[in-house]
């Protein structure tokens, strides 16, 4: 059954269907902590994509070769090291950015994304079907951090990208650039995504209900769209 | 003083899951009962404080004087894996009733960033041992509470008349927003 799953598919679901922040609830902490400006979170979710990707594809390749009593602490010694790698690149290329993501960088190694696809996916599929999957799975943290700082900096600062968008009237939410804020918007994209999804669903449910149940009177159509 | 003062940062002021986001899986996932919160609250506080001690011996004694800092990462998420299966098998053999307490948490506590933070804040900020154990003990205070003032909110939260969309952990973050609100509170203490 896994084999019909098409490679566009593999890449695909992980930006929405299987989004790691929002459909699987993983790795909030990094999430949470570096989405001060978009910048930041971009640069974050790119080095979590490489760790990611190089990851999922090691451990993929190496996969039937890991007694199964070791593989987590493989899988940890694999990313620890291509983190060692994003961490000194980071830190001799841009500095700065290193020092503004803090201690975030190193703390990938224990990004439960990472290691729930290498567990998930990873110890389970061909290199070719793990990268994408991965890159997928970059793709939706990119995104989720891209959107989660884009907003936080823009009611925090008025700036966007360090361009002023909003004008000089607008007092900045203080609070949006604060821990507190991190939270609140995280819990309120989180809340509108659930909904939009609950919607879908049921929306979905009572078309199949209509399509093959042929109705025999009004009010059994009310009652199964109510159930 | 001196003690005194990175004690209160660790445990309120710059409390790691309100203000560092440190451990916000646990946060999530366990503060649902509060007596569950507490134990797991304690576990890790005791993990942090040892992970605290070896992590500067580590440090002090073999990375730095073989000029292996670049090898932290995997040195520090090694030993911390191999303390937390250490700390679980003394625990199982000396108290049976605070094992099956403990549960399924004891392992979970290996992928805590709060843990692998907390050795990486102290090779940082170059800390002596005595700050060190301090510093990780203040930490495990921190989260204790975070967890479990959250884990007596969620208990009232379970009457609440909450969205469907926002149940779980949505209403759970912006719970944690208001709480980290309240913390900010404690930043002129220090």
Redesign the interface.
């Known amino acids: 059954m896994k084999k019909q799953v098409s490679l566009t598919k593999e890449f695909v679901k992980g930006i929405w269907e299987i989004n790691p922040t929002f459909k699987q ?2 790795g ?3 999430t ?2 570096v989405t001060v400006s978009a910048m930041n979170g971009i640069a974050m979710a790119l080095a979590t994509t490489f760790v990611l990707i190089f990851s999922s594809l090691i451990i993929s390749i190496v996969r039937k070769l890991i007694p199964d009593q070791v593989r987590i ?1 493989t899988y ?2 694999i990313i ?2 291509f ?2 790698i994003v ?2 690149v980071m830190k001799a290329k841009f500095p700065e950015l290193s020092k503004s993501l803090g ?1 975030f960088i ?2 990938i ?4 994304v990472i ?1 729930g696809r290498a567990e998930a996916f990873a110890s389970k599929n061909n290199p070719l079907r793990s990268f994408l999957d991965a890159l997928g799975n970059g793709l939706g943290i990119l995104l989720v951090l891209t959107v989660l700082g884009g907003i936080r900096e823009i009611l925090g600062s008025r700036m966007i990208f360090g361009v002023t968008i909003l004008p000089q009237a607008f007092e900045p939410w203080i ?1 949006m650039i ?7 918007t ?3 994209l ?9 919607r879908k669903k049921r929306l979905e449910r009572e078309e199949l209900l209509q399509k093959y149940r042929p109705a025999k009177s009004v009010n059994e159509i009310k009652e199964g769209g109510a159930a | 003083m001196n003690l005194f003062i990175i004690f209160i940062s660790a445990a309120v002021v710059n409390n790691f899951v309100l203000a560092y986001f440190l451990g916000i899986c646990p946060f999530v996932g366990v503060s649902n009962k509060t007596s569950s919160a507490v134990s797991m609250g304690m576990a890790t506080t005791f993990v942090l404080v040892v992970t605290a001690i070896v992590s500067y011996f580590i440090y002090a004694f073999i990375l730095v004087p073989f000029h292996l800092e670049f090898l932290q990462i995997p040195s520090f998420i090694l030993v911390i894996a191999s303390l937390v299966q250490f700390v679980e098998m003394v625990i199982k053999k000396v108290s049976q009733p605070l094992y099956r307490a403990l549960g399924i948490y004891l392992p979970l506590i290996t992928t805590n960033c709060a843990i692998l933070g907390l050795a990486l804040f102290i090779s940082m900020r170059e800390y002596n041992l005595l700050e060190s154990v301090v510093f990780g003990f203040g930490a495990g205070v921190g989260f204790t509470l975070a967890l479990s003032l959250m884990a007596g909110i969620r208990e009232e939260l379970e009457l609440a008349d909450v969205p469907k969309g926002f149940q779980g952990a949505p209403i759970t973050l912006i719970v944690a927003g208001i709480l980290a609100m309240a913390f900010m509170g404690f930043a002129g203490i220090i």
């Not at chain 1, 190694?109 to 439960?112: L, P, S």
């Not at chain 1, 604060?178 to 609140?184: E, H, K, N, S, V």
């Open positions: 609830l993983l909030f902490c990094p949470l902590a602490a940890i010694v620890a090291s983190v060692t961490d000194l201690p190193p703390l190694v224990v990004n439960c290691l609070i604060l821990p507190a804020g991190a939270f609140i995280l819990g309120l989180l809340g509108f995504s659930n909904t939009y999804t609950e």
